[in-house]
């Protein structure tokens, strides 16, 4: 007997009694996005592409999209609050009177309009080719004419569709399409304190995570961070007060710490106070493009302004601020500690530390940009966000070219998301080892802790990448 668990349109258990309503027309149920089809949809053809206006989580407007084969595929579009400058063109309306002038009708309207009547009888299963298809209709460098944020709903949907079609999971697709040997579940950085532009406290630096790398098991994982999470809370508040409990766009604290040194003891006591000293490490994302200068140096107190310098450090000076961190705790990994034109500063600290460095807005998910920093030995990291390049195919191949070169790849969602979960089957799919969705807290980033719970659940015997985070 078919559980309404794996078949979407079995009768749910709880209303076996029920008469079944007749559904209305042109009803069509969707398919669970993690479960195995039994069998491959009857068409690999695109019929038809619709888009439309939602609202994510930080109540502005973003692109969903609808494909339709002979099932419905629905995939939604994430957005950033500190973004790159080299990141392909997220499209918004510009009307101020509308949503601020955060409307992606637009967006909407060049799916609708161009690219889905375009796509209709195009074969699904083979991503590249679609892709290929939405890039040469939008003819620029960074998907300004279309909007990155237009392709990509599209090109998720399709992703979706071709699993659909070939009768596998997504993440198995993924694997497909990217030549992945092994399939791995990742290790989960959780973002719990948060700082920057993501919080109103003074914390320049914007992401304080905890790493399970001695878990067996992502299960285990997320129970280790969840449990160092409310340990923290409370000590949080006990130190802060309960104001200082709520949290932020990605389901962090953000307590009036005043210096990123007090954020890093917060973690290691929260950590200790768990039981899990030596097998949660910690991983920050500075995001220093946030407080870089025009005169070439970081501000650690940008928020206030105008302040009297005396927490304006050069280059080097952060550089050694950040080699007494990795000295004092355990910390594996650092996502953007400079500038995204500050490479020498990269490859400085670089040369100089054993832990992980991740690129963010210095490489926004971009091959070219990639290259260059395998070239100039900038770092050995690449933050994954499918929003930064616009299309599934490009993303793949950020990842592979990233591995080739001896790189971690870090899969992650933005500030800015829905209840959308397809990154957590393409962290599996590429085999990243290394995945960023936020605290386990608030439903948007739930949504992907969960579907990597239903993938190892489905998968059985699986690896979990732990200790090799960087290189599973």
Excluded at 156 to 171: E, I, N, Q, T, W
Excluded at 401 to 430: P, Y
Aim: hydrophobic residues 35%; proline residues 4%; charged residues 25%.
């Amino acid at each position: 007997m078919a559980s309404s668990l794996t078949n979407p349109t079995a009768r749910p258990l709880f209303s076996s009694k029920l008469k079944q309503s007749t559904p209305p027309r042109g009803y069509r149920p969707m398919r669970v996005q993690c479960s195995v089809a039994s069998t491959a949809s009857s068409s690999a053809k695109v019929k038809s592409v619709k888009a439309r206006q939602i609202i994510d989580s930080r109540g502005n407007p973003t692109v969903e999209v609808d494909l339709i084969t002979d099932d419905l595929f629905r995939s939604a579009v994430p957005s950033g609050a500190s973004t790159g400058i080299y990141e392909a063109l997220e499209l918004r309306d510009g009307d101020k009177s509308v949503y601020g002038g955060k409307g992606v009708l637009n967006a909407v309207k060049n799916i609708n309009d161009i690219l889905g009547p375009k796509l209709v009888g195009v074969d699904i299963r083979d991503q590249a080719e679609v892709d290929a298809i939405m890039l040469e209709i939008d003819g620029t460098p960074n998907k300004s004419k279309i909007g990155a944020n237009a392709i990509l709903g599209v090109s998720l949907s399709v992703c979706r569709a071709g699993a659909g079609a070939k009768g596998v999971p997504l993440y198995k697709h993924i694997q497909e399409l990217s030549g992945t040997k092994e399939l791995v579940m990742p290790v989960p950085a959780f973002n719990v304190i948060n700082g920057g532009s993501h919080a109103g406290n003074n914390l320049a630096m914007q992401e304080f995570m905890i790493l399970p790398v001695g878990a067996t098991s992502f299960a285990e994982a997320l129970r280790m961070g969840s449990e160092v999470y409310h340990i923290l809370k409370g000590i949080i508040k006990e130190k802060y007060g309960q104001d200082a409990c709520n949290v932020g766009d990605e389901g962090g604290f953000a307590p009036n710490v005043q210096e990123n040194r007090e954020g890093l003891v917060l973690l290691t006591d929260a950590i200790e106070k768990a039981g899990y000293t030596g097998k949660i490490n910690i991983g920050m994302d500075v995001a220093a493009s946030e407080f870089f200068t025009k005169d070439g140096k970081y501000d650690l107190n940008f928020k206030k302004q105008p302040n009297d310098g005396a927490h304006v450090l050069s280059a080097q000076s952060l550089g050694d601020l950040y080699k007494e961190f990795v000295r004092d705790f355990p910390i594996v990994s650092i996502e953007d500690p400079f500038d995204q034109d500050d490479w020498s500063s990269w490859a400085s600290l670089q040369s100089s530390v054993d832990i992980q460095l991740v690129g963010d807005d210095l490489l926004v998910t971009n091959p070219k940009r990639i290259a260059e920093a395998i070239q100039k030995k900038s770092c050995n990291g690449l933050l994954l966000k499918v929003n930064q390049i616009g299309t599934v195919t490009e993303s793949i191949q950020a990842a592979l070219d990233s591995k080739s070169a001896g790189w971690g790849v870090m899969v992650s969602h933005r500030s800015g998301e829905t209840e959308d979960n397809f990154i957590a089957d393409l962290s599996v799919g590429l085999a990243s080892g290394q995945i960023k969705t936020g605290a386990p807290c608030r439903s948007e980033r739930l949504a992907k802790y969960n579907q990597l719970l239903r993938i190892e659940e489905e998968l059985g015997n699986v690896r979990y990448a732990g200790q090799d985070f960087r290189s599973p």
